[in-house]
């Protein structure tokens, strides 16, 4: 089970010390089996992996650039560059890079870059409020999934984050009973179209402590990319717990 942290636009040193309540807990025997990851911001990736160095806990970036190699794109930071800082992991297609600029093409050269550094991909995709409303949500997903991972190779190298935009940082999330469908379904899409036999598919949006419950029962989810709540690492363990225990 994957429980992935998406720090976003968060953190700076002082918050390295602050995952060190994580770093024990991955080590204790129970918990060895739990993939964390955290995806901190560029700016302290570096602290982070060597923070992480002798634990299981593994660093991921939030985005990157869509070209694949070095040039003249000032502010910008390639797939390359991650990689060599040691990031192992990266996530693409998130709903707020979608609505600053991200069409599924450029998605599409930033999956192509990273698989070609080696990079696990964390592909996330998912519906607005008004595309959901007017019922557009598998038409919308299945779009996303197909223009997103168009003629990508090492196709074992992604996990899939379904992430309704309506359910982003506002506290409002999908029953389980509709949560478990979708997420059925979404595997079959995937297994049919991108020929993965056995996909990855966690779940993104408000999860935290209180509502974590909610998804125990649900088989066949993967794991949870964790925003705000994965921020304060006693929000973060106790979702872990509520979910292995
Ligand atoms: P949230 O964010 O948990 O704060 O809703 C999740 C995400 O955007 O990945």
Redesign the pocket.
Known sequence: MYFIA?WKMHGNLNSINSIDRVIKLSRISKYKKVRIIYCPPYTILGNFVKKTKSSKIIIGAQNCHYRENYGSFTGSINAKMIKDIGAKFIILG?S?NRFTGDTNKIINLKVKSSINENLKVIFCFGENFDQRKKSKTFQVIKKQISAGLKNIKKKQNIIFAY?PVW???TGMILNSENLEKQILNIKNYIKKKLKIPNPKVLY????NPKNIKNFKNIKSLDGF?????SQKSINFIDIIKKMIN
Request: net charge negative; no cysteine.
């Open positions: 998406n998130h707020e992430e359910s982003i940082g993104g949006g408000s999860v990319l964790i925003g705000g709540a």
